[in-house]
């Protein structure tokens, strides 16, 4: 079984930083694409980064774009979230999964959903 551990969540003010971690174990890490999702209260959970299996490939929601990066260091099994100038809208429970493709070239998570990690930016 896939397991996915997120932490580094917290408080911060708008305009903050915080660097989220997931460390993923039960699977060949390097061979899966990774992402991090979001979900606030009363929304669906959205993709906000995706990372390729090597690391050379990243991309972003529009709404992160230029303030979050993806990062991963497969000899550690861990995939990182590196946010900047946090906002309101950033408030959600974030989590890491494994990802597949569909063949309309659609990430989708693979694995089961561990609890995330809050991320909670005050204005």
């Known amino acids: 079984q896939v397991q996915l551990v997120e932490s580094g969540g917290g408080l911060v003010q708008a305009g903050g930083s915080l660097r989220l971690s997931c460390a993923a174990s039960?699977?060949?890490?390097?061979?899966?694409?990774m992402g991090w999702f979001r979900q606030a209260p009363g929304k669906e959970r959205e993709l906000v980064a995706v990372?390729?299996?090597?690391?050379?490939?990243?991309n972003y929601a529009d709404s992160v774009k230029g303030r979050f990066t993806i990062s991963r260091d497969n000899a550690k099994n861990m995939v990182a979230l590196q946010m900047n100038s946090l906002n309101s809208e950033d408030t959600a429970v974030y989590y890491c999964?494994?990802?597949?493709?569909?063949?309309?070239?659609?990430?989708?998570?693979?694995?089961?959903w561990g609890q995330g990690t809050q991320v909670t930016v005050s204005s």
């Open positions: 999964n494994v990802l597949g493709l569909t063949s309309d070239n659609s990430y989708y998570p693979l694995g089961s």
């Open positions: 990372i390729n299996p090597s690391g050379s490939t990243t």
């Open positions: 039960g699977l060949t890490f390097s061979t899966f694409a």
